[in-house]
């Protein structure tokens, strides 16, 4: 096990006798004694010095394991809806010195790491419901938007139209429709479009900019986060595929950001600076915080949250069961 904080030491030298005290801050890089087996929350952090890593948790937070190996900037990682592979843009090797990013597949363990696209400015990734294909987005100043690549042909494709800003996919586990952030309204709001990158609506027409989104694991709904006019703060929201039944669940004066659903579509797993440096916390979908998944030796930068008993592809009676269920529970949120 190695530390990915660095010790905190402090020593007197007195007639030759040294003194030292330690107080050690650990992070768990190598196996664990926790169980795998079940729900697994997967995020990108910085946690001390040096560039941020992947690393893996329960949705308890009882332990942690670093998967990455520290020589990259490890950021905003992705399940495959099997659960097998990890998705993550990273700036590592020769590509630190002009700043690539690429997307990057690995194991659930941190093994087989290759990248699957060319850069240079690649983030925000998410799988097709097979699995056969990632989406993601280019920030480029050329070729800003979103893009698929193929991952049995090595083909990358284009899928968003020129002129246009847009970033932030998430493909919906059941189905071939994407929702993404764009400003072909003139400002950043959600839309949805086929995965073939035809059009197919405005989700939110809003004075303030969205982005984040993610979609339900069954439901036809989204979850994102919307920054405020003036101050820019956000807060977490989500809303009906066909634009209808938006819902505001946090109202913190910090950042609230990167909300994803959980594998049961009963909670929601997001990132906020309420605590001082950026955390990992559920919600229940009134806004009523559960518990805080990480502490304070992590800045998180992304996560995404899978288990093996709620898997994201299911039968259609199983998806009515479930959106229903999720319509009575997402209630009007308390202030």
């Known amino acids: 096990m190695a530390p990915a904080t660095k010790p905190i030491a402090g020593q007197a030298l007195r007639n030759g006798i040294v003194t030292v005290a330690l107080a050690l801050q650990f992070v768990c890089v190598g196996p664990t004694a926790w169980s795998q087996d079940g729900a697994r929350i997967v995020f ?87 699995d056969d ?47 993404y952030t764009s400003d072909r309204a003139g400002s950043y709001d959600l839309h949805t479009m086929a995965h073939d990158g035809a059009h197919l609506q405005a989700l939110t027409d809003r004075r303030a900019s969205d982005g984040g989104a993610s979609w339900h694991p069954r439901a036809d709904a989204v979850a994102f986060v919307s920054y405020g006019e003036g101050d820019g703060n956000g807060d977490i929201y989500t809303i009906r595929a066909d634009g209808s039944g938006e819902r505001q669940l946090t109202w913190h004066p910090e950042t609230d950001n990167w909300p994803r659903w959980s594998p049961d579509g009963t909670q929601i797993l997001f990132s906020s600076r309420r605590d001082g440096a950026n955390a990992l916390f559920i919600m229940d979908l009134d806004g009523a915080i559960v518990r805080k998944v990480t502490d304070e030796r992590f800045t998180v930068q992304g996560a995404d949250w899978f288990d093996p008993d709620a898997p994201r592809t299911v039968s259609p009676l199983g998806r009515y069961a479930t959106t229903w269920g999720w319509l009575k529970r997402l209630g009007s949120p308390a202030r």
Not at 136 to 158: E, M, P, Q, S
Request: net charge negative; no cysteine.
């Open 133 to 179: 294909a990632i989406a993601y987005g280019k920030w480029g100043d050329d070729d800003i938007g979103v893009y698929v690549t193929d991952l049995g042909a090595d083909r990358h494709t284009r899928i968003t139209d020129r002129g246009t800003a847009a970033m932030d996919p998430s493909w919906r586990p059941v189905g071939d429709t994407i929702a």
């Open 44 to 130: 990108g952090a910085y946690a001390g010095g040096g560039d941020p890593s992947i690393y893996m948790t329960s949705p308890q937070g009882a332990s942690f394991e670093r998967l990455t190996d520290g020589a990259g900037h490890d950021t905003f990682p992705a399940w495959s809806n099997d659960g097998r592979t990890i998705a993550f843009p990273s700036v590592r090797g020769d590509d630190k010195a002009e700043w690539l990013a690429r997307i990057y597949l690995m194991d659930t363990d941190g093994g087989n790491l290759r990248p699957v696209t060319a850069g240079p400015d690649d983030w925000g990734v998410t799988f097709s419901p097979r």
